[in-house]
């Protein structure tokens, strides 16, 4: 139940008071932290999957590993965190890319939110790249809307590209955002791909069937039972010319992940659709389209969990030092980024492989009472936060900073596996869903405690800043 909506309906009630009583509260503590942390800024008058990177046209996301946050004492918990206030300036433009910003105002703001700083590299995954990607897609056709090209000019594309960075590092986005997302300017140019204006793309596309395909995409059906995205791709090998070779030659299908031409023309599609189509529309589409991409894998890196084995080979009952080793090793990995909850699922998934790979096959998530929250970077103190595994944004408020809601917070068992080889896991086969919510065994007054958790999610999970 949704928790504003919980309110308004139990004036009067426990969740209602406690909502109050929080809200006095965050207020009066970020009154502190701000006093204590921030200098005074100006803030300005001025009136914001994936081009795919280069690795294919179904593969996750690309992410550098260069902006993986390191801790250097992984088993230490996290410093405390505190609301902060996007540094909002004046940006320096070149003057030299010819388009109105002004006139994409407000998904610049979206894009800045959602890859503010210090924010993005722990939300890369999920909620800043998949948005970057598109807003860079959606610029390309924003660009060219007056013309009879789809793409933006070589001349141009280097300038554009600056300035498009600039102005959401003036309105709170990382400015490592290129090197996080491994986005650049011929992102916008099409590249390769030998249809880049509107009479050849008309000639050589249906695009009676691409627009009525992606008019509306279901973010529930999408991922599933594709509409939109087969349009895309059947679009994407008409322009790109390899239609007919795939027609006489079906071992080209194996080649699809290493074409640039594809990836390109993919881009010059999506410039298309958002010259036809409302701009918000084909941008939550495109961050549809990631969400199908990134919840298919664990972003999560693992090493060998040598110590954990090593504990746990022959525990049969619960043992303070598996146990031990067990937490010591997830507390390293939970601090890589926030994840979704269907991600987690696949991340607790493909470490239990490992583990029984090496030996293990008690299953030491129950034992050790593991959850699929602590795959997830841990806020609220010790509880994780599982963030949606539909498309999401990061919030934000005057009064409370930049932050975001958490889907999942509850204990919810992590999954072990029934063997120790990891098979592609699809969430699409009718006998696949998510875990149950807990009992009311678990979970005395689940409106209340959930009521709560949203909150404090929205209000009190703002950005990360440790405190030196």
């Known amino acids: 139940?949704?928790?504003?909506?919980?309110?308004?309906?139990?004036?009067?009630?426990?969740?209602?008071?406690?909502?109050?009583?929080?809200?006095?509260?965050?207020?009066?503590?970020?009154?502190?932290?701000?006093?204590?942390?921030?200098?005074?800024?100006n803030v300005s008058s001025m009136s914001e999957l994936a081009s795919s990177p280069s690795s294919g046209l179904f593969d996750p996301i690309e992410?550098?590993?260069?902006?993986?946050?390191?801790?250097?004492?992984?088993?230490?918990?996290?410093?405390?965190?505190?609301?902060?206030f996007p540094n909002r300036y004046e940006p320096n433009i070149t003057g030299k890319c010819p388009v109105n910003f002004s006139l994409m105002s407000s998904l610049m703001d979206k894009t800045a939110s959602d890859c503010?700083?210090?924010?993005?590299?722990?939300?890369?995954?999920?909620?800043?790249?998949?948005?970057?990607?598109?807003?860079?897609?959606?610029?390309?056709?924003?660009?060219s809307n007056n013309s009879d090209k789809l793409v933006v000019q070589d001349a141009v594309a280097n300038y554009c590209f600056t300035d498009i960075i600039s102005i959401l590092a003036s309105r709170g986005a990382d400015s490592n955002?290129?090197?996080?997302?491994s986005v650049k300017s011929s992102n916008l140019t099409g590249g390769s791909c030998p249809v880049k204006d509107v009479v050849t793309f008309e000639k050589t596309v249906n695009t009676s069937k691409l627009?009525?395909?992606?008019?509306?995409?279901?973010?529930?059906?999408?991922?599933?039972?594709?509409?939109?995205?087969?349009?895309?791709?059947?679009?994407?090998?008409?322009?790109?010319?390899?239609?007919?070779?795939?027609?006489e030659n079906k071992?080209?299908?194996?080649?699809?992940?290493?074409?640039?031409?594809?990836?390109?023309?993919?881009?010059?599609?999506y410039s298309y659709l958002s010259r036809k189509l409302p701009l918000d529309g084909v941008n939550n589409a495109l961050r549809i389209f990631?969400?199908?991409?990134?919840?298919?894998?664990?972003?999560?890196?693992?090493?060998?969990?040598?110590?954990?084995?090593?504990?746990?080979?022959?525990?049969?009952?619960?043992?303070?030092?598996?146990?031990?080793?067990?937490?010591?090793?997830?507390?390293?990995?939970?601090?890589?980024?926030?994840?979704?909850?269907?991600?987690?699922?696949?991340?607790?998934t493909v470490f239990g492989s490992m583990l029984?790979?090496?030996?293990?096959?008690?299953?030491?998530?129950?034992?050790?009472?593991?959850?699929?929250?602590?795959?997830?970077?841990?806020?609220?103190?010790?509880?994780?936060?599982?963030?949606?595994?539909?498309?999401?944004?990061?919030?934000?408020?005057?009064?409370?900073?930049v932050g975001l809601v958490c889907d999942l917070t509850d204990n919810i068992a992590a999954p072990w596996p029934s063997s120790s080889s990891m098979s592609s896991m699809s969430f699409c086969a009718p006998e696949m869903s998510l875990p149950a919510l807990p009992t009311s065994q678990t979970l005395k007054n689940p409106g209340v405690y959930h009521c709560f958790v949203q909150f404090l999610a929205l209000v009190n999970f703002l950005s990360f800043v440790p405190l030196v």
């Open 1 to 41: 139940m949704d928790c504003f909506q919980t309110v308004s309906r139990l004036k009067g009630s426990l969740c209602h008071q406690l909502l109050l009583f929080i809200i006095w509260l965050s207020s009066f503590q970020e009154l502190v932290a701000v006093k204590t942390l921030l200098e005074p800024i």
């Open 290 to 348: 990631s969400t199908c991409k990134v919840n298919k894998v664990c972003p999560l890196s693992f090493t060998q969990p040598s110590e954990v084995i090593e504990a746990c080979r022959n525990v049969a009952a619960p043992s303070p030092s598996c146990c031990s080793s067990l937490n010591t090793y997830i507390a390293g990995i939970q601090k890589q980024m926030l994840i979704t909850n269907r991600q987690a699922i696949i991340c607790a």
């Open 251 to 269: 071992n080209m299908v194996g080649e699809l992940n290493h074409s640039d031409p594809l990836a390109d023309c993919k881009g010059v599609v």
């Open 116 to 143: 503010a700083d210090p924010l993005a590299a722990l939300l890369r995954n999920v909620i800043c790249c998949p948005q970057i990607s598109s807003f860079l897609h959606l610029f390309q056709g924003f660009y």
């Open 211 to 247: 627009l009525e395909a992606c008019s509306t995409v279901d973010p529930l059906k999408e991922c599933c039972r594709p509409v939109c995205q087969p349009a895309i791709m059947e679009a994407t090998l008409k322009i790109s010319g390899r239609q007919l070779m795939m027609d």
């Open 356 to 401: 029984r790979k090496g030996g293990i096959m008690t299953n030491i998530y129950e034992l050790c009472d593991v959850d699929l929250k602590d795959f997830s970077m841990q806020v609220f103190g010790q509880a994780g936060c599982l963030l949606r595994s539909l498309p999401d944004d990061v919030l934000f408020d005057n009064a409370t900073g």
């Open 177 to 181: 955002v290129p090197t996080i997302c």
């Open 63 to 84: 992410i550098s590993p260069s902006v993986i946050p390191h801790y250097p004492n992984p088993v230490e918990p996290l410093p405390p965190m505190y609301p902060v």
